[in-house]
């Protein structure tokens, strides 16, 4: 399986992709770890006739604080965070998720970037940047922009980008220094994408709830956030009867699509048992577990 | 269109190439280099048979365009060897029976070959996570994970004795 004909394009700096880009409008596409995009082309769903290779843009890379926020560069590989120190102290639900993404020679090459803007509901990135409350920095000839995570998804490879936009960086809120987390992926085998999968970052004041996000994996078109069951956990005790509330509530919002996964029912039980998994988790760790 | 003129240093030499911007690497070395260590098993970036080293990272070479590589340090399974004699990772999988009918092999060389030297000392829960983008239909992967730890004994010893 070879992709069809495009012409190859390796920019140096992001002014000159961003150029590039303008410049091919709907017919340009840009090329990160490749590791979607390029199994799409074998397929011919995806027949750019001009790729644009990132790749060869250093500033493009990397992870820094910036006061209370984290900046990670769209083309950082996922091994790159999952080797990140800044992030396994300031924010280790990331290097979780990417570790449980494909195996270690897709993520050499895989791009936190490219995950989270394929818009693939089965991609980890983008429930986790959800929940993490993230934005993306958006770059068009038009100028920069930013883009939330929340409501950025509107269906099965569609975003809020636009043709001519290019994301520099995905900049994370530092999450509260005592905070629990947790990514919680059912998958098949090694490698697999999630049949469901939940995140759930929470702060808690002594027994009580002071804030918590919940968001959902590959149980809907789109990356879920699971608001019911956040507001029935904000500002309780997060005892077992919570938890399973807020599992039934997350169930509530799931509308996965039968595959070779398994049927939506399957899906869906298996979505409220990553919720509880990713709570106890969460809540353990909150507490200095 | 125009082919793009590359140069790729595979195995330490220097070869010059003209590629289409589609050609995946896996067919510059199989089909121009005539390097036909590295396997194609399923063209889809799951199963590790194309597995090759380059810049010091493990890669599937059919996800990557051989235009990509310009400049590039490829190793594949062809360079393991030198005139004194197999690699350490060749030497172990031969003597722990880590193959049957060979196909996922020069893959899972050239994986081990570099989580060797990202975790030279691994406990055989790193290995399985650090092998685990290669499949293997025939073995049930036990004897490779004996032959990834055994490679890394005879790797630390050979760093511990002195140079001759
Ligand atoms: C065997 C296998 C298993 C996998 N398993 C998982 C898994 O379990 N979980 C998971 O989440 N993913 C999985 N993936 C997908 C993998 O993580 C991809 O690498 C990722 O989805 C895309 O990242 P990329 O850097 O390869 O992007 P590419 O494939 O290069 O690009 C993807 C899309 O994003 C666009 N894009 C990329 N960068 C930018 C940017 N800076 N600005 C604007 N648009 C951009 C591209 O134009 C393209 O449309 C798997 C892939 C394989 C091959
Ligand atoms: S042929 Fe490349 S991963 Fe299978
Ligand atoms: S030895 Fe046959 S596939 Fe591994």
């Known amino acids: 399986m070879i992709p069809g004909n495009f012409e190859y394009h390796s920019a140096s700096g992001v002014d000159e992709a961003v150029a590039l880009l ?20 074998k397929l011919r769903f995806a027949e750019p006739a001009h790729l644009i290779d990132l790749n060869g843009i250093e500033e493009l890379r990397g992870i820094r604080e910036d006061g209370d926020t984290l900046v990670i560069g769209a083309m950082t590989s996922e091994n790159a965070v999952i080797a990140s120190e800044v992030l396994q102290r300031r924010c280790p639900v990331l290097p979780e998720a990417a570790r449980l993404i494909a195996d ?8 936190i970037g490219g995950d989270a803007l394929h818009g693939d509901p089965g991609n980890d990135h983008p429930a986790v940047l959800m929940a993490l409350e993230a934005e993306f920095v958006v770059r068009s000839q038009k100028g920069e922009r930013r883009e939330p995570a929340n409501g950025f998804y509107l269906g099965p490879y569609l975003t809020r980008l636009d043709d001519g936009d290019l994301v520099t960086a995905i900049r994370v809120p530092i999450p509260a220094p005592d905070h629990g987390y947790a990514y919680a992926k059912f998958k098949r085998k090694t490698g697999d994408y999630a049949t469901a999968a939940a995140c759930c970052l929470l702060e808690m004041e002594g027994d009580t709830c002071r804030k918590v996000r919940l968001t959902l994996t590959n149980v809907g078109p789109t990356p879920l956030r699971a608001e019911d069951a956040e507001e029935l956990l904000t500002g309780q005790t997060i005892d077992a009867e919570r938890i399973e509330q807020a599992a039934q509530a997350a169930m509530s919002i799931c509308e996965p699509a039968e595959d070779l996964r398994g049927s939506p029912e399957y899906k869906t039980h298996m979505a409220g048992e990553m919720t509880r998994r990713a709570l106890h988790t969460a809540l353990e760790r909150a507490r200095g577990g | 269109m125009a082919k793009h003129a590359i140069t790729l240093n595979v195995n330490g030499q220097a070869m010059d190439v003209a590629v289409d911007s589609r050609e ?6 199989r089909d121009r280099l005539r390097l036909t260590g590295a396997h194609i098993g399923c063209e889809t970036s799951h199963c590790g048979a194309c597995t090759v080293d380059i810049d010091g990272a493990s890669v599937k070479s059919c996800t990557m365009l051989a235009v990509q590589c310009q400049g590039a340090d490829i190793r594949t399974v062809e360079g393991l060897a030198t005139a004194d004699g ?8 031969t003597q722990e029976h880590g193959l049957q009918c060979g196909f996922c092999t020069p893959g899972m060389l050239m994986r081990a070959y570099r989580f060797l030297q990202e975790n030279p000392d691994p406990t055989d829960d790193e290995i399985r996570h650090g092998m685990a983008g290669n499949l293997c239909r025939c073995t049930g992967y036990q004897n490779i994970i004996n032959a990834v730890r055994v490679a890394g004994e005879k790797l630390r010893q050979g760093e511990a004795e002195p140079a001759e």
């Open chain 2, 86 to 93: 197999l690699h350490a990772v060749q030497e172990a999988f």
């Open chain 1, 104 to 111: 270690p020679q897709v993520r050499n090459r895989g791009t």
């Open chain 1, 22 to 41: 303008a410049e091919h409008g709907e017919n340009g596409k840009l090329l990160a770890g490749g590791h979607s995009l390029l199994p799409m082309m």
């Open chain 2, 24 to 29: 995946l690497l896996i067919h510059t070395l």
